[in-house]
C-alpha cells in the first residue's frame, strides 16, 4: 500500500520564507511526469524546511515528516515500476540506492517522532544533497532509457 499518493507541496501552502531547493531545469530529466514528482519532493523538503525553521508544534512538524516519507516511498514505486515496465538494466543498482535512502529516512524519521526534534535539520541536508544528486546522476541515466524506448518528454499521467 503506498499510502496516499498525493503531492501537498507549497503550492496549497501560505507563508512565503527562504527555500531550501529552488527547481531549476537543470534537474528536469526531460520526462514531464517524473519532473513533476520530483518538484513535489521538493516542495515537500521545503515545506518541512519552513515548519522547521518557524519551530511549529510537533505534530505539525511530524505531519509534514509523514507527507514526505510517504511521498518518497510512492515516488520510488512509480520509478521502479516504469524500469521495469521498460526493462531497464540498471534497475537493481537503482532500485538499492532508493531501498538505502528510504531506510535512512526512516530512521531518522522514527528518531523524530521518539522526541529527537534535531533529526529534522539533518534529514533536510540529508534529502537536499541525496535529490540533487541521485536525480541529475541517477535518474537522468533512467530518464535517458525510457525517452530511448519512446517515452516522449510529454508524458505525464498523474496517477500519483
Ligand atoms: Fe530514483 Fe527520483 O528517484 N528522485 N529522487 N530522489
Request: charged share 35%; no cysteine.
Given at each position: 500500500m503506498l499510502g496516499s499518493p498525493r503531492c501537498h507541496g507549497?503550492?496549497?501552502?501560505g507563508g512565503v520564507m527562504a527555500v531550501m531547493i529552488a527547481w531549476s531545469?537543470?534537474?528536469?530529466?526531460?520526462i514531464q511526469e517524473i519532473d513533476e514528482q520530483h518538484k513535489c519532493l521538493v516542495s515537500l523538503i521545503n515545506k518541512l524546511y519552513e515548519a522547521l525553521a518557524r519551530k511549529d508544534n510537533q505534530d505539525t512538524i511530524a505531519d509534514v515528516f509523514d507527507e514526505l516519507v510517504r511521498y518518497t516511498r510512492v515516488h520510488f514505486s512509480v520509478e521502479e515500476c516504469l524500469m521495469r515496465l521498460f526493462a531497464y538494466e540498471g534497475y537493481e543498482q537503482h532500485k538499492t540506492i532508493h531501498d538505502k535512502i528510504v531506510v535512512r529516512v526512516e530512521l531518522l524519521h522514527a528518531q523524530f517522532k521518539a522526541g529527537?526534534?534535531?533529526?529534522g535539520m539533518e534529514l533536510l541536508y540529508f534529502l537536499k544533497d541525496w535529490l540533487m544528486d541521485h536525480i541529475q546522476r541517477v535518474d537522468k541515466s533512467f530518464a535517458g532509457h525510457l525517452t530511448a524506448h519512446g517515452v516522449k518528454q510529454k508524458w505525464l499521467r498523474k496517477f500519483w
Open positions: 507549497l503550492t496549497e501552502w531545469d537543470e534537474f528536469s530529466v526531460d529527537d526534534q534535531s533529526v
